[in-house]
């Protein structure tokens, strides 16, 4: 059955798009026509005069709706995805942090299971370590911080799951870790890492393209005695490919460097992401476990000070972008959407409205509340 949306301000690669409608054929976008007269046959979905735009595509999530994806199950991956598509997340590559060979055993069967299912969000696994510096470790746990292994890596890359990987440049081992990623198809990414910018152009080379969180659990320019010494920060700014992912929850990174961020990257080389963890989507307000509290919106450990990661989700997101750091909407909306398609190669998938593509849109008010959600032509949330 079509679906026609209409009475919306429609985002096209082209700009908005006033007075069209989007007409949706099973799991794929049949047309984005410029007239809103009622196609025969067609459901009428009403966008109230909404922004109608791509679903957002989430690089970097640990859990959420009260469920880690290092849980490694079937029940705790859907769930979490399940909380996050409340909010926005059409696409999703779950993380998994520094972990045992057992849970990233378990994390890629599962991810593989559900990858396979038909017109399934999960787009494949990303590995946020166990490659790190230890001085950076941030959240990460340090007894499950290694150096590269290849045999380690070899073998999980082989499964064809895991489509990013973050590391460590400075570490030994990294250069070939980075170019056993590209030739798995994997995208590889810097993070947590303590380096110079002599390991950020050393990662490049060997095709690292990505930068983890941007600006966070990374080296940047500091004294040394009398001199400037700049860190990984500065390297990635100084090399133009480099593409970077960007908290956007207005507390892991301030709007004013997240303007700084867009004036020197753009909206081709800057996504946003959540990197939220298992209280993200949930009814939880104060614990999350034993050893973790909520507070401003941060998770942190209780046994100490450092942040654990945010539980923004991906509708926040373009709310903080665009009413804190003043963000266009059309900006807002491409860095959630086109951007991270781009990054990961599925923006002939994904990541716009244009015919032939997966019908994976949802809708803002002019406040940037979240208001419809349609995942693969089915909808998800509608208010």
Not at 27 to 44: D, Q
Not at 66 to 82: I, S
Not at 177 to 192: M, Q
Not at 276 to 296: C, Q
């Amino acid at each position: 059955m079509l679906k026609q949306i209409v009475n919306g301000r429609i985002l096209t690669p082209n700009g908005w798009l006033e007075g069209g409608s989007v007409v949706v054929e099973g799991n794929r976008i049949k047309e984005v026509i410029n007239s809103a007269l009622p196609i025969a046959g067609a459901e009428i979905i009403d966008a109230k005069g909404c922004d109608v735009v791509p679903g957002g595509i989430e690089l970097h999530c640990h859990g959420g709706g009260g469920r880690d994806f290092m849980e490694g199950t079937e029940k705790a991956f859907r769930q979490a995805v399940d909380a996050h598509m409340q909010h926005g997340t059409t696409a999703i590559y779950p993380t998994m942090s520094c972990s045992t060979p057992e849970m990233y055993e378990a994390g890629i069967q599962t991810c593989k299971k559900l990858m396979a299912e038909p017109d399934s969000p999960v787009m494949g696994l990303h590995l946020e370590g166990p490659y790190f510096s230890k001085k950076m470790a941030g959240a990460q746990r340090p007894e499950w911080i290694t150096p590269p292994n290849p045999a380690d890596y070899n073998r999980m890359l082989a499964t064809g799951v895991i489509k990013r990987w973050d590391v460590a440049p400075e570490l030994e081992g990294a250069k070939e870790f980075i170019e056993a990623c590209v030739a798995a198809g994997c995208v590889a990414s810097i993070g947590h890492t303590a380096g110079a910018p002599e390991d950020v152009e050393m990662a490049y080379k060997a095709g690292a393209r990505h930068a983890t969180h941007f600006t966070n659990a990374m080296s940047s320019l500091h004294k040394n005695r009398e001199f400037k010494v700049a860190g990984v920060v500065e390297a990635v700014y100084s090399i133009p490919d480099y593409t970077v992912e960007v908290i956007a929850d207005g507390i892991h990174v301030p709007p004013v460097v997240m303007r700084m961020i867009y004036n020197a990257k753009g909206v081709e080389h800057m996504c946003f992401c959540t990197d939220s963890l298992a209280v993200a989507g949930s009814n939880a307000t104060r614990t999350f476990n034993d050893n973790e509290i909520i507070e401003d919106g941060v998770c942190k450990l209780a046994d100490r000070s450092a942040l654990a990661g945010s539980i923004a989700t991906m509708d926040r997101l373009v709310r903080t972008a665009v009413q804190q750091a003043g963000f266009p909407m059309d900006v807002a909306c491409r860095m959630i959407s086109e951007t991270p398609a781009r990054i990961m190669g599925i923006y002939d998938r994904k990541g716009s409205l244009e015919k032939g593509k997966d019908a994976d849109i949802i809708m803002f008010d002019r406040d940037q509340q979240l208001t419809f959600v349609m995942q693969m032509g089915e909808v998800k949330l509608a208010n």
